[in-house]
């Protein structure tokens, strides 16, 4: 039989504020949805509403179109790249995206949403929620919308996760010709991360999705700053 996923939003969670606990929210969306959790899950989360939930947000001059230029700088460890008014940086967490991951976006007018402090802490904490209630084995991803090197538009990709192994390791297996792979290390946190967003949407207020059918090995512990953000010694490009 081949392999089957399925990705749903999850309805009702609300506009997010600061100081809202945001696992018990999505604890209580899924309470009340149509869907119920079952073992091998994995819940979703948009960094926007994680961030705000964790008061993230910093507020800037309405009328000033540069007012996040000392945002930028102060949420970077390194400039890589300027062009016209965008700059890609390197993070504290150790991503290279734009203006540090400062958005705009989805938040109220005079106001920036920086990155969550530590997104694996942030994912942590709602799996942990989401194991005491259900009893069941979850893993949880909190995504981003990130820009890609040679490729146009953007994606949604990982910037924490818990319950679940961020990058797999095929290599040494074999391929369907019996080759080995050499070099094979799927970034499986960021692909889930994806197909969620597909379900989600840029404005359709459903900052919360479920991907189920993911392979059982893809469950367990891991860390998507340690283990899927490629150092700079590997770093071609930096």
Same mark, same amino acid.
């Given at each position: ?11 009702? %969670?609300? !506009? ?21 959790? =079952? ?7 948009? $960094? ?12 800037? +001059?309405? +009328? ?9 700088? $102060?949420?970077?460890?390194? %400039? ?23 958005? *705009? ?11 969550? !402090? ?7 904490? %709602?799996?942990?929620? *989401? ?8 893993? =949880?991803?909190?995504? +981003? ?15 924490? #996760? ?6 797999? +390791? ?23 991360? #994806?197909?969620? !967003? ?37 770093? *071609?490009?930096?």
């Amino acid at each position: 039989m081949s392999r089957r996923l399925e990705v749903f939003g999850v309805d009702g %969670i609300g !506009e997010i504020h600061a100081g809202d606990d945001l696992a018990a929210l999505i604890v209580d969306a899924v309470e009340h949805g149509p869907d119920e959790l =079952v073992d091998g899950d994995v819940v979703v989360v948009t $960094q926007k509403v994680v961030s705000k939930a964790e008061n993230r947000l910093v507020a800037i +001059d309405p +009328d000033d179109p540069h007012a996040h230029r000392p945002l930028v700088a $102060q949420e970077s460890v390194r %400039i890589l790249r300027r062009r016209g008014d965008l700059v890609i940086s390197e993070t504290t967490h150790g991503f290279i995206c734009a203006n540090a991951g400062i958005d *705009l976006s989805n938040v109220a007018r005079g106001w920036a949403a920086l990155l969550p !402090e530590d997104s694996d802490r942030s994912a942590r904490r %709602i799996r942990d929620a *989401l194991v005491h209630r259900f009893g069941i084995r979850v893993g =949880v991803v909190v995504s +981003d919308t990130f820009g890609r090197p040679w490729r146009r538009g953007v994606t949604d990709v990982a910037i924490g #996760s818990a319950g679940l192994r961020p990058v797999v +390791d095929l290599r040494g297996t074999t391929d369907a010709l019996g080759r080995e792979l050499m070099v094979t290390e799927v970034a499986v946190a960021d692909e889930i991360a #994806s197909a969620a !967003e597909l379900v989600m949407g840029k404005a359709d207020g459903v900052p919360v999705a479920v991907v189920r059918g993911v392979p059982g090995d893809w469950l367990g512990e891991g860390s998507v700053v340690g283990d899927l953000v490629r150092g700079s010694e590997d770093d *071609l490009f930096r």
